[in-house]
């Protein structure tokens, strides 16, 4: 059903596409609100059709024509983005057009503690000696950052210094690398060259910047061996493994749990070690009998012994590993597994490494001596590639699009301008117009500003040209000529006008948020048949009782921080206080839908939009609260809590001090209900051992009823409602009947997880 509404959506799309050809801007609506996923290629539509396909594709700018635009006294500033890296293009247009090299005329610097006195020392050194000075990862050095904003003026102090012995060497250049950070300073960025640099994205782009970055000869370093062919197949394997890996990071938590940045450097390293193997005469490179099945195996932590961290280690026994174990076990678990710290990404990582590299990987792939050879044959890949290339479901594009479509609203409403609310006074309201007026009469290009200052000081007028002017723009005001074009005084009061609309309806939405606002919880209303907060039996502390004193004094610190800021808001919007720079901000994200920084920061990991957050800030203090005074529920809304971990705990730390056994020899297994055991279920009551949980969500996959197992995710259906679970402890040594026919029934797999919520 839910594909069906996907076309009948697209059919009605086409229909008003051809009503509204004169205002295409109109057809954004709808794909925004009802297809956010499709709302990001719609928009590159439009640029397209009024603007035209140049402003859809990035200016492409080599590095010799930023040299030639530079000068000895112009640092060169490059912005990396997340995956980028400077360096190797910059080392190797080094080589190629200066002849310089890494510690030969081109000198590195890695930023960090106790780096900022070496690298300003090489840096005065080169001034005089024509080197090139590279100071990676400028934003490392945060201490250090004022010192680099001083040397950068001395630069510019020596340009124009007619002593020439201040003069710097013509050769000399500062290259500098940065991610974005606050702590860059300003300055650096205004007298430099700025350099964007984003590593490339699609599978195509990413093996054809692979194959750009190698050296001429390269791909001819294995003819000597015999293993030419070889060689050169195994490089592209590995530089489409690098692909792969890459790409699975713009998924998200879908292509890893944790965002690793994984560089061009971990290629490089991967290809030397691969190198090494090929040229060793004693490695063999041919399918071993069984090789297949026990590198699959291990691949999944079954055919070797697997540490506490997930990693695989080779296995003392085999004495007849093959060429290709050494190669999967350096670069998987060394090389690229060297950034993965999440146990199930280690598997994952095992799984596609072993899936590129083995002995099939030396029969397909782009094979020449040379560079540009093998790039016409990437050249001839497709260029569009989907989340199946990766390994992911088609539905993964769907949360990639809605993620980008977010973004791009979210820098939309960032860049739109926000009028300062008016303060309102019914004695000064036309006094303060007129003023704004009379200040906006004598400009010359049409664009009139209301303002509501009440003092004259900043207007450097004589008080015979301020008066002449309040005149004329009283005079204006008063006639209200529609026939004529508007002047200065109607459109500052026309402004005025639309401000304090606008500020009459924040107003009005501030107190309507202060009205549904639930009011912060207090343990006296705690139930007194049913009372969560009573000790257990023996007197011991409930931990259960424990969890929801702790979740209502977080959720009771977060009502007083929202309460606190619209009251602020309120009084500031009436004109009885003057607006913060937090208040202003948290003014400017309600005006946009968002949530304020000062709520997030007091708040649960949340993704939702204003109208939303507050609803589910309502119904988890509601979830709360009848928690406290109906007494303990049956089943337990598991997102509804601050800190869920803590509950999970609480639940063996419950069983631990009932059944009296310790703490560190008890764990939760898990079985899914066939049967909702929410707040609305009639059917079941509390469990005897354990408890239920619900309100879980799945992504990419399903549960299926019938089978009681995983099953693989819809189209078009990003998330599907998992139904409640029973978790129950029990001791890690020995499990009772019970518990093994739960694991028996257990279909659970264990899979990555993450709190934020993004649904409406």
């Known amino acids: 059903m839910q594909v069906q509404r996907i076309h009948l959506f697209d059919f009605l799309i086409k229909g008003w596409a051809a009503k509204l050809v004169s205002n295409l801007v109109q057809l954004l609506l709808p794909q925004q609100v009802c297809r956010l996923e499709l709302f990001t290629s719609a928009v ?88 090139w000075i590279c100071l990676q990862n400028c934003h490392l050095a945060k201490s250090w950052m004022p010192r680099l904003a001083e040397l950068v003026e001395d630069l510019e102090k020596s340009a124009k210094s007619p002593d020439t012995e201040q003069q710097l060497h013509p ?59 070889e060689w050169q197949r195994l490089v592209f394997a590995a530089a489409f493994l690098h692909a792969v890996i890459r790409e699975r990071r713009q998924y998200g938590p879908l292509g890893w749990t944790i965002p690793y940045h994984f560089s061009d450097s971990d290629l490089s390293c991967a290809l030397q070690h691969i190198q090494a193997v090929v040229q060793d005469p004693g490695q063999s490179l041919g399918a071993q009998r069984g090789s297949h099945r026990a590198s699959m195996l291990g691949a999944v932590g079954l055919g070797h012994a697997t540490s506490s961290t997930g990693t695989v280690a080779p296995s003392s026994n085999d004495t007849h590993r093959s060429a290709w174990d050494s190669m999967r076990y350096i670069v998987g678990e060394i090389n690229y597994g060297g950034h993965v710290m999440d146990v199930n990404d280690r598997r994952l990582l095992r799984v596609i490494v072993q899936q590129h590299l083995q002995p099939g990987s030396i029969s397909l792939g782009s094979a020449g001596d040379d560079v540009s050879s093998c790039l016409q044959q990437i050249q001839a890949l497709p260029l569009a590639d989907g989340p199946t290339a990766v390994g992911l479901h088609s539905n993964a594009s769907i949360a990639l699009n809605t993620k980008e479509a977010r973004n ?41 500003v209301a303002s509501s200052i009440s003092s004259p000081v900043a207007d450097r007028r004589t008080p015979q040209e301020l008066a002449t002017a309040r005149t004329a723009a009283t005079t204006a005001a008063a006639r209200q000529t529609t026939l004529e074009a508007p002047s200065a005084a109607s459109a500052a009061t026309v402004a005025a006008t639309a401000a304090r609309s606008s500020d009459g309806d924040m107003a009005g939405r501030v107190a309507e948020m202060l009205t549904v606002l639930p009011k912060p919880m207090d343990r006296a209303y705690a139930s007194i048949l049913h009372d969560p907060l009573a000790p257990l039996p023996g007197g011991k502390l409930n931990p259960l009782g424990i969890v929801l004193l702790q979740e209502m004094g977080r959720y009771n610190q977060l009502l007083v921080v929202v309460q606190s800021s619209l009251l602020e808001l309120q009084s500031a919007l009436a004109g ?16 946009n839908q968002q949530v304020p920084v000062a709520w997030s920061a007091a708040s649960y990991p949340s993704l939702k939009p204003l109208p939303s957050w507050l609803a589910d800030l309502n119904r988890r203090v509601e979830f709360i609260r009848q928690w406290l005074v109906t007494g303990q529920p049956h089943a337990f809304w598991l997102p509804g809590f601050f800190f869920p971990q803590g509950f999970l705990t609480a639940v063996l730390q419950l069983h631990s001090r009932t059944s009296g056994t310790p703490l560190d020899g008890l764990t939760l297994s898990y079985n899914v209900m066939s049967a909702a055991a929410g707040p609305d279920d009639q059917q079941h009551e509390a469990p005897a051992l354990g408890v239920y ?10 549960w299926n009823n019938v089978s009681g197992c995983l099953a693989q995710a819809l189209p078009g259906e990003v998330f599907s409602p998992l139904p409640a679970i029973h978790l129950i402890p029990h001791s890690t040594g020995s499990l009772d009947g019970q518990l093994h026919a739960v694991r028996a029934n257990d279909s659970v797999a264990d899979s990555s997880h993450y709190t934020t919520g993004a649904a409406a």
């Open 44 to 131: 590159q539509h439009y640029i397209t059709t009024q603007l035209g396909p140049s402003y859809l594709e990035p200016p492409s700018t080599s590095l010799a024509e930023i040299y030639l635009d530079s000068s000895p006294y112009t640092p060169i500033v490059f912005v990396l983005a997340p995956g980028a890296d400077a360096l190797a293009d910059l080392a190797r247009f080094a080589a190629a057009e200066h002849g310089r090299a890494v510690g030969r005329g081109l000198q590195v610097v890695s930023m960090g503690r106790g780096q900022g006195p070496v690298a300003e020392a090489l840096v005065n050194v080169a001034k005089k000696s024509g080197n």
């Open 171 to 229: 050769s000399f250049r500062l290259w500098l690398t940065s991610t974005p950070a606050d702590c860059f300073p300003q300055l650096v960025l205004q007298k430099g060259i700025r350099i964007a640099l984003e590593p490339p994205r699609g599978l195509k782009p990413v093996l054809a910047h692979s194959y750009v970055s190698l050296q001429e000869g390269y791909l001819a370093a294995c003819n000597g061996s015999g293993r030419g062919l």
């Open 408 to 448: 791009l609203m979210s820098d939309i409403l960032a860049m739109q301008p926000h009028v300062a609310p008016v303060a309102k006074s019914t004695d000064n309201t036309v006094a303060a117009t007129v003023q704004s007026a009379a200040g906006a009469a004598d400009t010359s290009n049409g664009n009139y």
């Open 576 to 591: 009885l206080l003057v607006l913060g720079q937090d208040a202003e901000a948290s003014l400017k994200a309600l005006s």
């Open 693 to 702: 949980v619900y309100g879980l969500y799945l992504e990419a996959a399903r």
